[in-house]
Protein backbone atom coordinates (compact mmCIF):
# COMPACT_ATOMS: atom_id res chain seq x y z
CA UNK A 1 0.00 0.00 0.00
CA UNK A 2 1.19 4.00 -0.13
CA UNK A 3 0.43 6.06 2.25
CA UNK A 4 0.04 10.26 1.92
CA UNK A 5 -0.94 12.26 4.82
CA UNK A 6 -3.31 14.82 4.75
CA UNK A 7 -3.14 17.99 2.60
CA UNK A 8 -0.11 16.24 0.55
CA UNK A 9 -1.95 12.85 0.42
CA UNK A 10 -5.32 14.89 -0.79
CA UNK A 11 -3.40 16.75 -2.92
CA UNK A 12 -1.79 14.19 -4.58
CA UNK A 13 -4.45 12.00 -4.64
CA UNK A 14 -6.11 15.00 -7.30
CA UNK A 15 -3.43 15.05 -8.98
CA UNK A 16 -2.92 11.41 -10.15
CA UNK A 17 -5.75 9.57 -8.65
CA UNK A 18 -5.13 5.92 -10.03
CA UNK A 19 -5.92 4.35 -6.87
CA UNK A 20 -7.93 3.99 -3.84
CA UNK A 21 -8.79 6.84 -1.52
CA UNK A 22 -9.11 5.79 2.14
CA UNK A 23 -10.09 8.85 4.39
CA UNK A 24 -9.20 8.57 8.35
CA UNK A 25 -9.68 10.06 11.55
CA UNK A 26 -10.32 7.14 13.43
CA UNK A 27 -10.73 9.90 16.57
CA UNK A 28 -13.46 10.57 15.83
CA UNK A 29 -14.96 11.71 13.05
CA UNK A 30 -14.38 8.64 10.54
CA UNK A 31 -15.38 6.31 13.31
CA UNK A 32 -18.65 8.70 14.40
CA UNK A 33 -19.68 8.49 10.94
CA UNK A 34 -19.78 4.32 10.73
CA UNK A 35 -21.87 4.60 14.07
CA UNK A 36 -24.36 6.89 12.01
CA UNK A 37 -24.57 5.16 9.13
CA UNK A 38 -24.38 1.97 11.02
CA UNK A 39 -27.79 3.28 13.05
CA UNK A 40 -29.45 3.24 9.61
CA UNK A 41 -29.01 7.06 8.68
CA UNK A 42 -29.63 7.58 4.94
CA UNK A 43 -26.60 9.98 4.13
CA UNK A 44 -23.99 12.19 6.26
CA UNK A 45 -23.20 15.26 4.24
CA UNK A 46 -19.66 16.26 5.41
CA UNK A 47 -19.48 20.24 5.39
CA UNK A 48 -15.91 22.26 6.43
CA UNK A 49 -17.64 24.88 8.24
CA UNK A 50 -19.73 25.93 11.13
CA UNK A 51 -22.27 28.30 10.01
CA UNK A 52 -22.65 26.11 6.56
CA UNK A 53 -23.39 23.29 8.70
CA UNK A 54 -26.09 25.10 10.92
CA UNK A 55 -27.34 26.67 8.31
CA UNK A 56 -27.85 23.59 5.67
CA UNK A 57 -28.69 21.34 8.63
CA UNK A 58 -31.74 23.52 9.36
CA UNK A 59 -33.22 23.77 6.09
CA UNK A 60 -33.19 20.58 5.02
CA UNK A 61 -34.61 18.99 9.12
CA UNK A 62 -31.30 17.23 9.54
CA UNK A 63 -29.66 15.78 11.91
CA UNK A 64 -26.70 18.34 13.21
CA UNK A 65 -23.64 16.57 14.35
CA UNK A 66 -20.94 19.87 15.29
CA UNK A 67 -17.57 19.80 16.97
CA UNK A 68 -14.63 21.78 17.24
CA UNK A 69 -11.53 21.23 19.55
CA UNK A 70 -13.63 18.20 20.63
CA UNK A 71 -16.25 20.19 22.36
CA UNK A 72 -20.06 19.81 20.63
CA UNK A 73 -21.13 23.31 18.75
CA UNK A 74 -23.66 25.63 19.86
CA UNK A 75 -26.61 24.65 18.30
CA UNK A 76 -25.94 21.00 17.10
CA UNK A 77 -27.26 18.00 17.87
CA UNK A 78 -24.35 15.55 18.96
CA UNK A 79 -20.90 15.87 19.36
CA UNK A 80 -18.48 14.42 17.10
CA UNK A 81 -18.80 10.90 19.36
CA UNK A 82 -19.81 7.39 17.82
CA UNK A 83 -20.83 6.52 21.32
CA UNK A 84 -23.48 9.58 21.53
CA UNK A 85 -24.58 8.21 18.10
CA UNK A 86 -25.16 4.41 18.35
CA UNK A 87 -27.82 6.23 21.36
CA UNK A 88 -29.94 8.57 18.62
CA UNK A 89 -32.39 7.17 15.99
CA UNK A 90 -31.46 7.81 12.95
CA UNK A 91 -32.89 5.10 10.52
CA UNK A 92 -33.57 6.97 7.72
CA UNK A 93 -32.91 10.49 8.40
CA UNK A 94 -29.98 12.89 7.19
CA UNK A 95 -26.92 13.61 8.93
CA UNK A 96 -25.20 16.50 8.24
CA UNK A 97 -21.89 16.80 10.04
CA UNK A 98 -18.72 19.36 10.63
CA UNK A 99 -15.38 18.49 12.69
CA UNK A 100 -12.15 19.79 13.50
CA UNK A 101 -10.72 17.72 10.62
CA UNK A 102 -12.45 14.76 9.57
CA UNK A 103 -14.98 16.35 7.30
CA UNK A 104 -12.29 18.64 5.84
CA UNK A 105 -10.45 15.67 3.46
CA UNK A 106 -12.94 14.68 1.33
CA UNK A 107 -12.38 13.42 -2.29
CA UNK A 108 -14.90 11.74 -4.59
CA UNK A 109 -14.71 8.07 -3.88
CA UNK A 110 -13.18 8.19 -0.74
CA UNK A 111 -13.73 5.31 1.64
CA UNK A 112 -14.34 6.11 5.26
CA UNK A 113 -12.16 3.89 7.53
CA UNK A 114 -12.07 3.43 11.16
CA UNK A 115 -10.61 0.65 13.66
CA UNK A 116 -14.67 0.08 13.86
CA UNK A 117 -14.61 -1.25 10.21
CA UNK A 118 -11.19 -1.85 9.31
CA UNK A 119 -11.60 -5.78 8.62
CA UNK A 120 -14.41 -4.79 6.28
CA UNK A 121 -12.14 -2.49 4.41
CA UNK A 122 -8.75 -4.34 4.21
CA UNK A 123 -11.34 -6.85 2.25
CA UNK A 124 -12.92 -4.27 -0.37
CA UNK A 125 -9.54 -2.74 -0.82
CA UNK A 126 -6.90 -5.71 -1.01
CA UNK A 127 -6.67 -6.73 -4.75
CA UNK A 128 -5.72 -2.52 -5.22
CA UNK A 129 -2.05 -1.59 -6.61
CA UNK A 130 -2.18 1.74 -4.69
CA UNK A 131 -4.24 3.14 -1.73
CA UNK A 132 -4.03 6.84 -0.81
CA UNK A 133 -4.27 7.13 3.22
CA UNK A 134 -6.31 10.88 3.11
CA UNK A 135 -5.56 11.28 7.27
CA UNK A 136 -6.67 13.96 8.77
CA UNK A 137 -4.96 16.99 10.76
CA UNK A 138 -1.47 17.55 9.75
CA UNK A 139 1.94 14.83 9.46
CA UNK A 140 2.67 15.62 12.87
CA UNK A 141 -1.12 15.02 14.36
CA UNK A 142 -1.94 12.19 12.56
CA UNK A 143 0.11 9.30 14.79
CA UNK A 144 -3.50 7.76 15.66
CA UNK A 145 -4.59 7.43 11.68
CA UNK A 146 -1.73 5.98 10.38
CA UNK A 147 -1.60 3.69 12.83
CA UNK A 148 -5.01 2.65 11.83
CA UNK A 149 -3.83 2.05 8.36
CA UNK A 150 -0.73 -0.25 9.61
CA UNK A 151 -3.32 -2.40 10.48
CA UNK A 152 -5.87 -2.30 7.54
CA UNK A 153 -2.66 -2.86 5.75
CA UNK A 154 -1.34 -5.91 8.65
CA UNK A 155 -5.05 -7.64 7.78
CA UNK A 156 -4.73 -7.18 4.23
CA UNK A 157 -1.41 -9.06 4.17
CA UNK A 158 -3.21 -12.05 6.17
CA UNK A 159 -5.62 -11.73 3.53
CA UNK A 160 -3.12 -12.29 0.56
CA UNK A 161 -2.09 -15.50 2.87
CA UNK A 162 -5.53 -16.85 2.04
CA UNK A 163 -7.33 -15.88 5.52
CA UNK A 164 -11.15 -14.61 5.61
CA UNK A 165 -11.83 -11.75 7.01
CA UNK A 166 -13.16 -13.39 10.17
CA UNK A 167 -9.62 -15.49 10.55
CA UNK A 168 -7.56 -12.67 9.36
CA UNK A 169 -9.06 -10.96 12.05
CA UNK A 170 -9.12 -13.63 15.24
CA UNK A 171 -4.97 -14.57 14.12
CA UNK A 172 -4.09 -10.75 14.15
CA UNK A 173 -5.66 -9.92 17.65
CA UNK A 174 -3.34 -12.23 19.63
CA UNK A 175 -0.38 -10.70 17.68
CA UNK A 176 1.67 -8.13 19.69
CA UNK A 177 2.52 -5.81 17.31
CA UNK A 178 -1.65 -5.91 16.42
CA UNK A 179 -2.25 -4.88 19.89
CA UNK A 180 0.74 -2.57 20.13
CA UNK A 181 -1.08 -0.53 17.00
CA UNK A 182 -4.19 -0.41 19.13
CA UNK A 183 -2.39 0.75 22.21
CA UNK A 184 -0.44 3.35 20.23
CA UNK A 185 -4.34 4.85 18.81
CA UNK A 186 -5.33 4.73 22.70
CA UNK A 187 -2.00 6.74 23.89
CA UNK A 188 -1.91 9.21 20.76
CA UNK A 189 -2.41 12.73 21.32
CA UNK A 190 -5.62 12.77 20.21
CA UNK A 191 -6.07 9.84 22.41
CA UNK A 192 -5.56 11.47 25.38
CA UNK A 193 -6.79 14.89 24.80
CA UNK A 194 -10.40 12.93 23.78
CA UNK A 195 -10.26 10.77 26.69
CA UNK A 196 -9.77 14.33 29.45
CA UNK A 197 -12.63 15.82 27.69
CA UNK A 198 -14.79 13.21 29.22
CA UNK A 199 -15.31 10.87 26.12
CA UNK A 200 -12.61 8.29 27.13
CA UNK A 201 -15.66 5.83 26.24
CA UNK A 202 -15.10 6.62 22.43
CA UNK A 203 -11.64 5.89 23.13
CA UNK A 204 -12.51 2.74 24.50
CA UNK A 205 -14.76 1.05 21.61
CA UNK A 206 -12.39 2.69 18.81
CA UNK A 207 -9.96 0.57 20.71
CA UNK A 208 -11.58 -2.56 21.39
CA UNK A 209 -13.52 -3.01 18.88
CA UNK A 210 -11.91 -3.96 15.92
CA UNK A 211 -14.65 -3.96 12.77
CA UNK A 212 -17.56 -4.05 15.01
CA UNK A 213 -18.99 -2.60 12.12
CA UNK A 214 -18.00 -3.95 8.98
CA UNK A 215 -19.48 -1.71 6.44
CA UNK A 216 -18.13 -0.18 3.47
CA UNK A 217 -19.19 4.06 3.63
CA UNK A 218 -18.26 5.77 0.34
CA UNK A 219 -18.41 10.06 -0.44
CA UNK A 220 -19.64 10.89 -3.30
CA UNK A 221 -21.35 13.98 -4.88
CA UNK A 222 -20.90 15.40 -1.38
CA UNK A 223 -22.50 12.98 0.72
CA UNK A 224 -21.58 9.24 1.85
CA UNK A 225 -23.78 6.49 1.56
CA UNK A 226 -23.22 3.15 2.59
CA UNK A 227 -21.50 0.92 -0.42
CA UNK A 228 -23.01 -2.45 -1.66
CA UNK A 229 -20.53 -3.36 -4.08
Request: glycine share 8%.
Amino acid sequence: MRYYIAAEGKAEYLISPAGVPVIIDVLRASSTIIAALWKGAEKVIPVEYEDWALKLGKDIGAVLIGERDGVRLEGFDYNNSPNEILKADLKGKTVVMTTSNGTKVMVDGGIIASTLNAGAVANHIKDSDRTYLLASGSPLKSDEDMYTAMLIEKLIKKMEQGYSVDDALSLSSHEEDFISLLDSIRHSGSGKKVSHLGYADDVDMICTSVNKFPIIPVYRNGAIRLSYT
